[in-house]
């Protein structure tokens, strides 16, 4: 029997997961890109229609077999219990997630350590500063990722109870906090909040139909609440036996849609919409526009610096132990590794991952580190393993655990797990998404998208 989470230390642990750079850095970043609001209506149609059915599937793997996931598949799984055993495998994409994920940590690391000090307040100074950066500092780069990384590895190394409980119950109320005081400040003080208000919620539908954004935004949606690498599978295993899961998850994806609107009103407070949108594509919007904004307002965009990057540094670490877990609990569970032995290699494996991720931007290696996918213009790593992961892999897994939980589990079992919770009209209603609505709408956006390109 492994430790299990109290019941707000799981509901903590699960936002903190969900909440994280997908909100913080991309939710922002793709508004901007894609014409505001429409791409918010998708971003939630697919949240509500998709991510967060699968979410509770995954959960429900995680709950009725109380292991890491290749075991929980195994163990529940009516018959072929080897082969429905290997979708645990997803836990790979976590892995790779990582990798890039630490790497825009260390950025941010770097960023709170800058807002201490005098900000630039020219875009093409910040524009300056993140290039120096990424593309000509690897030694600063590396060092903020490796920093990163060690938080990160140690708390996992600390278990649920002491490691990832403990963090989440300390960074998850902070980063509230610190979100409240820059909205306030967002909503008294800055003079784009209106303006911001009506990008964000005024949809323009003319730019809805088009098959990159919808492929865009069911990615987010399903980056934004970690489904499909069994990081929710794996919690759910600690899951203390009188929490109630769909409530809990309700209020996770709650926290998970409004801290991304609430990040996307602060940011577009402050950064002109237009200047957003050309400025969109990239980091760019956070490491370069926001940044010679705070530089515009003296010592009080140093405190809104320091505050707005402690937040995503917040967010961000919450989430890269949500990544780590799985793996480790296979490791401990099938090879018998000690934690501390299961943390060191898959530390080295991210490690070495993380350090071609970000010597894919820097500018003596980028060309040995891109790759070119047909007639498409060369990637560098870093782009790959996120397009790899948040575009097929977590859709993938997404489909996987709706049809293992949706078609090949008895209804009975899930009936009696969710019957406490749920009336059954809202069982029927998921029920009927998950074996239906979840996997048609993957398919017809992978077949979408692929007629597309
Ligand atoms: N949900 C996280 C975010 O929005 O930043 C990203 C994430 C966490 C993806 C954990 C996958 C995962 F397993």
Known sequence: MHE??????????MAGSAVGLGNAWKFPTMVGNHGGSAFI??????????????????????????SDTVTSLERIAPSHKKAWSLGGFFMIGAVLIASFYLVVIGWIAYYVVLSFTTLPTQASQAGEIFNNLISNNAAIEILCFSAVFGVVFYTVSKGIKNGIERLNMIMMPMLLVLLILM??????????????????FIPDFNKIFDA????????????????????????????????????????????????????????????????????????????VSLLSLFGNLG??????????FISL????????????EPFVLYLINHFHFTRVNAILSIGAFVFILGVLCA????EPSANALSFSFGANKAKPFFDVLDFLTSNILMPLGALFFSVFVGWVLKKEGLVIL???????????????????ILPLGIIAVAIYSLAKA
């Open 41 to 66: 209506l998708l971003y939630l149609f697919f949240t509500i229609f998709v991510a967060a059915v699968a979410f509770l599937a995954e959960s429900a793997v995680g709950k009725l077999g109380e």
């Open 4 to 13: 299990k989470f109290s019941k707000i230390g799981f509901v903590l642990a």
């Open 418 to 436: 969710f019957s406490n919770y749920v009336s059954v009209r809202i069982f029927e209603i998921w029920y009927f998404l998950l074996r239906f």
């Open 183 to 200: 909205l306030l400040y967002a909503c008294f003080k800055a003079d784009g909040f209106t303006s911001a208000l009506a990008f964000i």
């Open 313 to 324: 540094l917040f967010a961000g670490i919450t989430s890269a132990v949500s990544m780590i």
């Open 359 to 362: 010597l894919s931007y820097y």
């Open 212 to 287: 990159e954004i919808i492929l865009q935004a069911l990615g987010l949606a399903l980056f934004s609440l970690s489904i499909g690498v069994c990081t929710i599978s794996t919690y759910s295993a600690s899951l203390n036996e009188d929490t109630n899961v769909f409530k809990s998850v309700l209020s996770i994806i709650a926290i998970n849609i409004a801290v991304g609107v609430m990040m996307g009103l602060i940011v577009f407070s402050f950064i002109p919409i237009n200047a957003s949108q050309s400025a969109a594509s990239g980091p760019g919007l956070i490491f």
């Open 299 to 308: 010592i009080v965009g140093n405190v809104l610096g320091v505050m707005f």
